[in-house]
């Protein structure tokens, strides 16, 4: 039997999963993926940087942010985010990865409010006609995913990179390997003792966890032509504003209902769907849950202050 | 006995009474007035909209709104709200009043975020330099008050008009006092009955409620100039960011501190202070309270959510 190493955190946390119009129970979209204790923000709806806090996601890990698109639901926070950042010390740059759009909107604001913040925004201009790479680190890739929306929108898929296998210090110890050896054994090399004994890599090393994929598809209608940059991520959360009985609603404002974004994950294979960006005239959101459900199992309600880990 | 006629609404209601940085506990700045189910709000804080609809107020009896200052905790709620204001069908126009830079800051995040909104967006410029008339309609009248600030700052006076005497139908009719003569009653006339008895006002009315006025200071450093703006108000606003300890981190911000907005309560000789614009510092509100009391007595707490008759 195979044992992989420990997961490492990679978690979503839901800050607000309402839509243009927020009610008392769901804020506008805004969204943190903890990928190893670093945080990236998916949209900054009004009212983020309070969601932050009452999830105890730290200010200070946050250096990253993704806005799907320019609609106030999805980036009104942003100021009164950048601003609080100020007040608390930050000195590291903050990245705002948007449509070239965000930078000629939001700069005069930061001039005008964040006039005394130490530390520099920066505006990553990112193509909304194509997906590309938008932002890689150590551990990490993030993909544009060009979305069908009433104004220019991309989603985004968050893509672990491979770990190296890890070391079985019991083993190592046992077949005497030199600590000068380790790195091939990590790039997959078996060791030959001196006795000429050949051990097998797979005794002195337990296989990385597999890279795991979270993506975020919202706002959108409809649309197919995500189906492949999408398919079998661990996670998929797809905005699904409407149920199927506003099917006609859904297409004219260019959003999608529970049942179509069902239709994508199956077409996709994804894992788990998570579903959000609801409407306001919808209370109860079990019917929602159900139509997808007909349609794709393992679909689950996502609500402001949930987790889910990836 | 005098028995007046029964009071019309006149409410506080406390969307926010948090400063610079908000907590979980406060949201930033916001307040609404409601004078005879017509609202006035006063400062746009982030969330506005949602304690909007937290606190019940309805969107479409909302005209005017009120900005002290451009520092983002009173105002960058603004475009959230209008956005929502114009997916509720609202077509009546909407004034904002406020520092003439509003206009060059909102206005172009209005084109942008609020491109299809079906009523009109007026700015109207008040002065921070002196207290004038900038509001009045049949009920009210709103006077800035000169406040000082790091950035030009204005307080808020809502004055009623005096409405007038309430006629007493059981004694106009008892003494068949014609419907002509009601105006010239509301008017202070006494009425001389067709056998020359003379029947006083007093006999035929009820004196009308007298008028009312809420002083809102917020932002301000402790400043003595405002003393006769508020002279002998029903109920005061001032900020109290801070307890007298941070006495000379209240004067290099330019805030104040609770001992010294009750100073400027007792000086006035206003019937009732209420605190707020709390440093997201203090958790426990009671000592900031106890320092106000202890020089004014008839301190209150503000809270979000708290509403206070006027």
Do not use: W
Request: hydrophobic share 35%; net charge positive; with cysteine.
């Amino acid at each position: 039997m195979i044992t992989f190493a420990t997961m490492e955190t990679f978690d979503l946390h839901i800050l607000g999963c309402g839509s243009a119009q927020p009610t008392t129970q769901r804020n506008p979209s805004s969204q943190v993926i903890n990928l190893r204790d670093k945080l990236f923000m998916v949209d900054c709806g009004e009212g983020a940087q309070l969601e932050m806090k009452r999830n105890k996601l730290s200010y200070a890990r946050l250096n990253h942010i993704f806005l799907s698109h320019l609609h106030g639901d999805h980036c009104l926070g942003l100021i009164g985010l950048i601003s609080t950042l100020g007040l608390n010390d930050r000195t590291a740059e903050l990245v705002i990865h948007a449509h070239p759009d965000a930078e000629r909107i939001f700069r005069p604001m930061l001039n005008y409010f964040c006039t005394d913040i130490p530390f520099n925004v920066r505006f990553n201009s990112i193509s909304p006609q194509k997906s590309e790479l938008i932002f890689e680190d150590r551990s990490l890739q993030v993909f544009s995913i060009p979305l069908r929306h009433r104004v220019p929108t991309s989603g985004f898929l968050f893509s672990e990179k491979a770990t190296q296998p890890h070391i079985v210090p019991e083993m190592t110890k046992y077949h005497e390997v030199p600590l000068s050896f380790y790195n091939r054994l990590k790039a997959g090399e078996d060791y030959r003792r001196e006795d000429g004994v050949i051990v097998p890599n797979s005794v002195l090393t337990r296989p990385a966890a597999l890279p795991r994929r979270y993506a975020y598809c919202s706002d959108t209608a409809y649309s197919e032509r995500i189906v492949p940059l999408i398919e079998s991520v661990d996670l998929l959360y797809h905005e699904s504003t409407f149920m199927d009985d506003q099917k006609a609603r859904a297409k004219q404002t260019m959003h999608s209902t529970a049942k179509q974004a069902a239709t994508i994950a199956k077409m996709a294979d994804v894992k788990k769907l998570v579903l959000g960006h609801y409407s306001a005239r919808y209370k109860d959101l079990k019917p929602l849950l159900a139509e997808a459900k007909s349609i794709f199992p393992n679909t689950h309600l996502s609500q402001d202050g949930f987790t889910f880990r990836i």
